[in-house]
């Protein structure tokens, strides 16, 4: 079981009435920084504030009746918790969210806004998994995993049928990577729609395990990495690797300033709030600039969920 | 000599090859902050960073011949000049720009990267005027004014087209109120295109000359008003103030706490930047919730060029 461009179309019709279309935006400044002429798919702009709102409502959609009745279930600190929470609210069922309880008073809230059921775990992958097991066992509800979910994946890809709608003629697109979701699903869309494009993903250099793994082309896992693109350092999916072999053309890296650099540029230039992981896109440009020059380039924008207090300290 | 709407709709076409049809954004999370249906015209995402360019574009692509090859003029620190600057650089000609010697580096390079003339005055209306006027003599170039100038006004009020092409059934637009030239030329071309909209605009408490002269019926004038909001510090002005007496519904004012309060929901909520002279919008929403529940509000996001970091240290 795989996912196919069919698989995309049909999400895009079931996830139609409850996600945004969000807006391509373009910068005359930043495409002559560039040189290349750049389309922004803004899902900084997404209901609950990133692209994971897709998938998520896709995987909690696609569910018969009776499972949906247990809820759905998942362990994430990050976007893919609200996106879950709110795809079960909005279908009218439980979202049962196992959180580490260091995390950030404002991500907490966030979730409980959504009305999840939280439930707090010592934090460390295996205590999470664990709590998440717990909660499965008694509650009966569905796991729905963050990237390695072909309904999540399919979900994601719906970003790529409205950015190759409007651009058909993109010569590339640059996917942020984090388990990798979200590529795969635009590369299995994108080399439908279009003969010519190429998918460039984009990591941190310190969380570069999916750089890695593609050029060694097995799946290579760092423990505990870390950067600025906090929705970027779990290791690449094992569902999702494989498509991404498959269908990415390469993958670039970018430092922690030349990120820092992007978000100031795209704050100031465009006038829109994105999180470090979605501004690594235009930074592999940055550092690459010959490469992308006279080109069409599609960058997905991926989140916009940061704090701007603590990024303008840092700007 | 005033402004219709024929000349409103000539300068749609006039500009439609240089500026940006601006998106309108949506927030559902805000919806449920006021009770209301909001739809948020991004001016801020314009070229040159606000609604400005509109107006700069239509006087300067209004000029003939003769008169555009000795240039255009202006004294102002902020966001006029640099759309001007970049109307003038878009048709090829000389613009002609006094600031302020005291102004601000970034504002001064902004004007400056758009290849314009600086010529640097005291600060203070007597001197930066005295020093137009020196420029104009000496240049032969033709003044444009930033808001009581009947091209400007009628390039303004495109904003308005945009917004009710896309969502006519509006019941009220909420703009905000500097000299009045963006106000004029919406509530011009909205009187013309809706039989039940209602204009209102917003002024900040600390600078609310056109409040107290709406109230009176005439034209007040405050010396040296200072507000957060440092595009709305103007004087109305002497062309734009009958055309708001005749077609704007109410005027009302904001504190600076409710705009910091607004830029800080923009920011996080919707993911954008804007100044603030476009968030006192929804600022003036925040403090009288009662009276817009239940609407359909278009809001004018008039710009976004603000020092982030500054901002970022207020909220």
Same mark, same amino acid.
């Given at each position: 079981?795989?996912?196919?461009?069919?698989?995309?179309?049909?999400?895009?019709?079931?996830?139609?009435?409850?996600?945004?279309?969000?807006?391509?935006?373009?910068?005359?400044?930043?495409?002559?920084?560039?040189?290349?002429?750049?389309?922004?798919?803004?899902?900084?702009?997404?209901?609950?504030?990133?692209?994971?709102?897709?998938?998520?409502?896709?995987?909690?959609?696609?569910?018969?009746?009776?499972?949906?009745?247990?809820?759905?279930?998942?362990?994430?600190?990050?976007?893919?918790?609200?996106?879950?929470?709110?795809?079960?609210?909005?279908?009218?069922?439980?979202?049962?969210?196992?959180?580490?309880?260091?995390?950030?008073?404002?991500?907490?809230?966030?979730?409980?806004?959504?009305?999840?059921?939280?439930?707090?775990?010592?934090?460390?992958?295996?205590?999470?998994?664990?709590?998440?097991?717990?909660?499965?066992?008694?509650?009966?509800?569905?796991?729905?995993?963050?990237?390695?979910?072909?309904?999540?994946?399919?979900?994601?890809?719906?970003?790529?049928?409205?950015?190759?709608?409007?651009?058909?003629?993109?010569?590339?697109?640059?996917?942020?990577?984090?388990?990798?979701?979200?590529?795969?699903?635009?590369?299995?869309?994108?080399?439908?729609?279009?003969?010519? *494009?190429?998918?460039?993903?984009?990591?941190?250099?310190?969380?570069?395990?999916?750089?890695?793994?593609?050029?060694?082309?097995?799946?290579?896992?760092?423990?505990?990495?870390?950067?600025?693109?906090?929705?970027?350092?779990?290791?690449?999916?094992?569902?999702?690797?494989?498509?991404?072999?498959?269908?990415?053309?390469?993958?670039?890296?970018?430092?922690?300033?030349?990120?820092?650099?992007?978000?100031?540029? *795209?704050?100031?230039?465009?006038?829109?709030?994105?999180?470090?992981?979605?501004?690594?896109?235009?930074? *592999?440009?940055?550092?690459?600039?010959?490469?992308?020059?006279?080109?069409?380039?599609?960058?997905?924008?991926?989140?916009?969920?940061?704090? *701007?207090?603590?990024?303008?300290?840092?700007?």
């Amino acid at each position: 079981m795989t996912v196919t461009f069919e698989d995309i179309k049909k999400a895009a019709e079931r996830i139609r009435p409850y996600v945004k279309r969000t807006p391509i935006l373009t910068s005359q400044t930043l495409n002559n920084i560039t040189g290349a002429e750049l389309y922004f798919k803004c899902e900084n702009f997404q209901k609950a504030g990133a692209f994971k709102f897709r998938g998520a409502t896709n995987a909690v959609f696609s569910l018969i009746e009776e499972q949906a009745s247990h809820g759905v279930a998942t362990h994430s600190s990050g976007n893919h918790a609200g996106a879950l929470a709110l795809a079960a609210k909005t279908r009218g069922i439980k979202a049962h969210i196992v959180m580490p309880k260091n995390s950030a008073e404002v991500k907490k809230q966030a979730v409980k806004g959504y009305d999840a059921e939280i439930t707090f775990s010592e934090p460390g992958m295996e205590a999470r998994e664990a709590t998440l097991n717990e909660v499965i066992k008694k509650t009966g509800a569905t796991l729905i995993h963050p990237f390695d979910n072909e309904n999540v994946i399919a979900g994601q890809g719906t970003v790529a049928i409205e950015l190759l709608e409007q651009h058909p003629d993109l010569d590339v697109i640059i996917v942020p990577i984090g388990g990798g979701g979200l590529i795969s699903g635009i590369s299995i869309a994108a080399q439908a729609l279009s003969k010519k *494009i190429n998918i460039i993903g984009a990591e941190p250099e310190l969380a570069n395990d999916t750089y890695l793994s593609f050029k060694e082309k097995k799946r290579i896992s760092i423990p505990s990495q870390t950067s600025i693109c906090d929705g970027l350092l779990m290791t690449v999916g094992q569902i999702t690797f494989p498509i991404i072999l498959e269908n990415v053309t390469d993958i670039f890296t970018a430092s922690e300033q030349s990120v820092l650099q992007a978000i100031q540029l *795209i704050l100031e230039r465009m006038k829109i709030v994105v999180e470090p992981s979605a501004a690594i896109t235009l930074a *592999i440009m940055l550092e690459n600039p010959t490469i992308f020059r006279g080109k069409k380039i599609g960058l997905i924008l991926s989140g916009g969920n940061i704090d *701007i207090k603590a990024i303008a300290k840092l700007l």
